[in-house]
């Protein structure tokens, strides 16, 4: 074969290569900007107007839309329903995530331990909500708070108690933690069980013989390690606390304790659909946006130091 | 040890029991280990009973017909069951079966396409080097941390401008582009895929999309099935993008229906039989998927210490 013969397909090949990795991310990039920038910066835009009403209100061209400023961003924050839901979603998160981490903690553990008996069946049992959605789970504890279906109440009766009523104002926020809690908490463990298991039993096996008891290997060597791990699960709650919706939107018809602006999820929905102002819903959802981001931001950076070491 | 997101590893053996982990030296096993702690397995069973207390409570409760659900004992079984399905299957003309073949639809098709789209996208990030792949990777990267709710409604509004709301395709669009997909097909290119292997391949003539199908498909395909998984179980469960978009009740998946439902039920109690039926009958599917393919659950936060 002649050099001009080989080097002609080779450029080519080589043409090819350079065009080939922006092929295979054309389909991701052009999704990513039709339904993530695309609706992130029109939010901003959105959030940055509103209408103005001459006249009447009545007529064409008597509803105009006109620049804003920051007047959506004010009237969002210092809205006392938003403060509120803000406040409640703070207590909530501050219930629920660490319950939840810790027990995760706690089960993880237990599976990792080889004296534990029954581990297969209770792995596949405490992970198992994690296949049923958010609103069917809500659904189905709903009803267990309500006083004439639910078997805590007839256990309550029989001992004697005084029954709580679970959906009261000062009860409706453990209720709904209590779902996210029973959703969340297999998901957690299993990070965290896989992160024990991934640990060389060399690192330990010394430490027993030594006498440590199966606690204080837990506490001093398995927690330590599996640190990493603890914070990522942390930041993941904290993000999708957040966001809580689909769980208080599905008890209220059960009870009049939940608001329609009970999270903040909930006001942007309400402001959006129900009052059809989807400026400050606008405003509001990226305020909440902000928020997370700021709160994700540690979690972003343990991402890109840690992840991508055995690419060249 | 590099730590990240929770990733299953790539080349791990499926380990559903926890059998086959480390090894001790056996008399060392033989000598302290074996030893049951009640402690512990007494938690694990709670844990595990909490766990499964809705479920089986759904189970009985479907049983009943609606005044037993009030007034019977909440664990007593009655026989009702198939009344109840019926009654559901009759409401609206079977509107119920509908919504569950629509969830299939969203969460099965959605699924399917997102792990296409993921698994291209991750393999071009990690097999090449490019001009722009960091802030390409850094930009996909931070839409895992956008909150649905700063997406939902400009998505809406914006799907409303090209007269697709209310559509099967406004709640499967958005559903495909899934950033964490991308970045645990990433993963799973970067450490299942050798290098030397697309090399060879390149030096007997073969175009780079055949190489990518014929070669790293088949290689990512137990990391492609936990994205497919994950991103199934995201659709299934995701409650506000098509409540958002929904109007018609046609259209709606499962959970926006039995939503519905309930919301009827606040008014006409018998409704409720209904509902739980349906809630019942809806996680089945979805457990029996779960159970026969959990031990791709296996998350593992250690993949990047896997040497292939």
């Known amino acids: 074969m002649t050099a001009l013969g080989r080097t002609a397909p080779v450029r080519a090949r080589a043409r090819r290569r350079t065009l080939a990795p922006y092929l295979f991310l054309t389909p991701a990039i052009t999704l990513f900007v039709a339904f993530l920038a695309l609706p992130i910066g029109y939010s901003l835009y959105l959030s940055l107007r ?6 009447l209100g009545l007529g064409a061209g008597a509803r105009t839309e006109v620049w804003a400023g920051l007047e959506n961003y004010v009237r969002s924050l210092s809205d006392p329903e938003f403060a509120a839901s803000v406040g409640r979603v703070a207590l909530y998160g501050l219930l629920l995530v660490p319950t939840m981490i810790a027990l995760a903690l706690v089960f993880a553990l237990m599976l990792d331990s080889r004296r534990t008996r029954a581990r297969s069946v209770s792995r596949v049992s405490i992970f198992l909500p994690y296949a049923v959605p958010a609103v069917i789970s809500s659904l189905l504890w709903g009803f267990l708070y309500l006083p ?3 078997p805590f109440y007839f256990v309550f009766h029989a001992l004697g108690w005084q029954v709580p009523t679970v959906l009261s104002s000062r009860l409706v926020m453990f209720a709904v933690a209590n779902i996210a809690l029973w959703g969340g908490v297999g998901f957690n463990m299993i990070v965290i069980y896989t992160a024990l298991k991934a640990i060389p039993s060399e690192l330990y096996e010394a430490a027993r013989i030594d006498g440590c008891t199966e606690v204080a290997v837990a506490w001093r060597i398995k927690v330590p390690i599996v640190l990493p791990s603890l914070i990522m699960t942390f930041v993941f709650s904290m993000i999708a606390t957040l966001q809580v919706f689909a769980e208080p939107m599905t008890l209220r018809p059960l009870t009049n304790t939940i608001s329609s602006t009970w999270t903040p999820l909930m006001k942007v929905y309400r402001d959006a659909f129900t009052r059809n102002d989807i400026y400050s819903a606008a405003a509001t959802s990226v305020v909440i946006a902000a928020a997370t981001f700021v709160l994700s931001f540690g979690f972003l950076r343990l991402l890109q130091n840690r992840a991508f070491s055995q690419e060249k | 040890m590099a730590t990240t997101l929770p990733v299953p590893s790539p080349g791990a053996a499926p380990d559903v029991a926890g059998a086959g982990r480390r090894t001790a030296p056996p008399q060392l096993r033989q000598v302290r280990r074996e030893r049951p702690s009640y402690t512990s397995t007494t938690i694990l069973l709670l844990g595990a009973a909490y766990c499964l207390l809705p479920v089986v409570w759904v189970l009985v409760a479907s049983s009943k017909s ?14 009702h069951l198939i009344d109840n399905i019926r009654t559901l299957s009759a409401y609206r003309d079977g509107v119920y079966w509908r919504w569950m073949a629509n969830t299939a639809l969203y969460a099965g098709v959605g699924g399917l396409l997102s792990v296409i789209v993921s698994a291209a996208a991750g393999y071009g990030l990690a097999m090449y080097s490019f001009v722009g792949k960091r802030s390409i990777f850094n930009a996909l990267l931070a839409g895992v941390l956008v909150p649905g709710v700063v997406l ?18 406004s709640v499967l669009l958005p559903s495909i582009i899934s950033p964490y997909g991308i970045y645990l097909a990433r993963i799973y290119a970067a450490a299942s895929v050798p290098t030397d292997v697309v090399e060879a391949a390149r030096t007997d003539g ?14 990512m395909m137990p990391g492609l099935v936990t ?3 994950f991103q199934f179980v995201a659709i299934w469960n995701n409650f506000m993008l098509p409540y958002i978009m929904l109007g018609s009740d046609q259209l ?5 229906g039995l939503s519905g439902l309930l919301n009827q039920g606040a008014s006409v109690p018998a409704m409720y039989t209904s509902v739980l039926t349906g809630a019942l009958l809806s996680i089945i599917p979805l457990i029996a998927l779960f159970l026969t393919l959990q031990r791709y659950w296996q998350v593992d936060l250690a993949a990047g210490a896997v040497k292939s």
């Not at chain 2, 939902?152 to 395709?169: D, F, H, M, R, S």
């Not at chain 2, 073969?206 to 070669?215: C, H, Q, S």
């Open chain 2, 252 to 256: 709606f998946p499962i959970t926006v």
């Open chain 2, 206 to 219: 073969a175009r780079e999309l055949t190489i990518f199908r014929k070669i790293a498909v088949p290689m």
């Open chain 1, 148 to 150: 004439a279906v639910s």
């Open chain 2, 66 to 79: 609606a005044g037993e659900l009030f007034s019977t004992f909440t664990f007593a079984p009655s026989s």
């Open chain 1, 50 to 55: 509103t209408v103005k009403v001459s006249g």
């Open chain 2, 227 to 229: 994205v497919f998984l």
């Open chain 2, 152 to 169: 939902a409604i400009p998505q809406y509004l914006l799907l409303a401008k090209v007269g697709l709301t209310n559509t099967y395709w």
